[in-house]
T-cell receptor, first 115, second 109 residues
C-alpha cells in the first residue's frame, strides 16, 4: 500500500480564495483524521470520520472550514474563504479501530500559505 | 484540548548518549502511543503501550507506562544523528487520539 496520500503537497493562495485539500486513506482503514499543525498551537485535531461518517468536528475552527468523506477512499477539507491565519501544515491520517488501538498513519501533509 | 504534555520541550545530547522523554496525561486511557516527526514530514508511529502494560521494547526504544502517576517515558538508547526529530505522545481516549505538544530532540554528532 502506498500509505496515506495527500494532495497538493504545497498550496499558496490569496486571501479570500477557496482552498481544497485532498486525502486518500489506506485501504481498509475505518478512521480518518484531519489535523492542523502550527508552531504556535502544535497539532490540532480538526475533525475525524468513522466509516465515512463525521464523528467529531468540534475542532473545526470556523464555519469557513468544512470536510467531507463521500466514500471510504477519499476525503476533502475545504476552506472558504481562506485567511492568512489559516496558514499551516494540514495532515490527514487514517487508522483501524478495534484491537489495533488506533495506530495512526499520517500523510506527508499539505503546507498551506495564504497571502 | 491537549491531554498529553511532554517533558522536556527540547533536548540536545551527544551522539551515543541515551535520550529520555516524558509524557503526562490527565484522564484514564486505552493506550498510549509515541510518534516521531522529522522536519517537514508527517508523524510516524513508533510504539504503542496498552493501559495494562508497564514496559515495552522495540529495538533501541523502551517505553514505560505508570497509570497510577498518569505518565509515560520514552528512552532512546545509543542515540544517532538520525534520531534528531520531534517526538509526540498520544493517548487514546474513547477512540480519539489526544496529542501532546512534543519534545524536540537534537543529537549532536
Amino acid at each position: 500500500d502506498a500509505g496515506v496520500i495527500q494532495s497538493p503537497r504545497h498550496e499558496v493562495t490569496e486571501m479570500g480564495q477557496e482552498v481544497t485539500l485532498r486525502c486518500k486513506p489506506i485501504s481498509g482503514h475505518d478512521y480518518l483524521f484531519w489535523y492542523r499543525q502550527t508552531m504556535m498551537r502544535g497539532l490540532e485535531l480538526l475533525i475525524y470520520f468513522n466509516n465515512n461518517v463525521p464523528i467529531d468536528d468540534s475542532g473545526m475552527p470556523e464555519d469557513r472550514f468544512s470536510a467531507k468523506m463521500p466514500n471510504a477512499s477519499f476525503s476533502t477539507l475545504k476552506i472558504q474563504p481562506s485567511e492568512p491565519r489559516d496558514s499551516a501544515v494540514y495532515f490527514c491520517a487514517s487508522s483501524v479501530g478495534g484491537t489495533r488501538g488506533l495506530e495512526a498513519f499520517f500523510g506527508q501533509g499539505t503546507r498551506l500559505t495564504v497571502v | 484540548s491537549q491531554q498529553g504534555e511532554e517533558d522536556p520541550q527540547a533536548l540536545s545530547i551527544q551522539e551515543g548518549e541515551n535520550a529520555t522523554m516524558n509524557c503526562s496525561y490527565k484522564t484514564s486511557i486505552n493506550n498510549l502511543q509515541w510518534y516521531r516527526q522529522n522536519s517537514g514530514r508527517g508523524l510516524v508511529h513508533l510504539i504503542l503501550i496498552r493501559s495494562n502494560e508497564r514496559e515495552k521494547h522495540s529495538g533501541r526504544l523502551r517505553v514505560t507506562l505508570d497509570t497510577s502517576k498518569k505518565s509515560s517515558s520514552l528512552l532512546i538508547t545509543a542515540s544517532r544523528a538520525a534520531d534528531t526529530a520531534s517526538y509526540f505522545c498520544a493517548t487514546v481516549v474513547n477512540y480519539q487520539l489526544i496529542w501532546g505538544a512534543g519534545t524536540k530532540l537534537i543529537i549532536k554528532p
